[in-house]
């Protein structure tokens, strides 16, 4: 089925979900999982820019999903990189083709479509950006 698996995880109570079925597919297809988190930065005046999280808060969340997966019997790596607030959507899509991933597995925050429209919706610049299957998990 999928052979390589891209996890996209952030610090949302869907990410615990999106472990679990990432797990599930990798399980089925005996396929190994990509589990990547995006650090995001914010652009201040003049240049400069703000980590929204600690490199320490990064790499926990990436440790914790590789962990659920080893513990499973699930082969996985991990990476954090770097992204401007607002360009998760983007960098996900391009990690996965970077990993040559057959799926991109996700969790979403449950926001409406009109939320997601004024606010922007991870999940749905992902969907209409992949040109591979987005798994969504809520």
Do not use: C
């Not at 990547?36 to 320490?56: D, N, P, T, W, Y």
């Not at 440790?63 to 699930?74: N, Q, R, T, Y």
């Not at 959507?89 to 479509?113: E, L």
């Amino acid at each position: 089925m999928f052979g390589k698996i891209l996890l996209a995880v952030d610090h949302s109570a869907t990410a615990e979900r999106a472990i679990s079925a990432a797990r599930e597919l990798a399980t089925l297809s005996d396929g190994e999982v990509w589990v990547l988190h995006l650090q995001e930065k914010e652009i201040l005046g003049r240049g400069g820019f703000v980590m929204l999280e600690s490199e320490a808060e990064a790499q926990a969340i990436v440790e914790h999903a590789v962990k659920e997966l080893h513990d499973s019997g699930v082969k996985a790596h991990y990476e954090v990189q770097n992204t401007l607030h607002g360009q998760a959507g983007p960098a996900i899509v391009d990690a996965a083709s970077a990993h040559d991933a057959g799926v991109i597995v996700m969790g979403s925050r449950g926001r409406s479509d009109l939320a997601g429209l004024f606010l922007g919706s991870t999940a749905h610049k992902v969907i209409h950006l992949s040109d591979r299957p987005v798994l969504v998990v809520r």
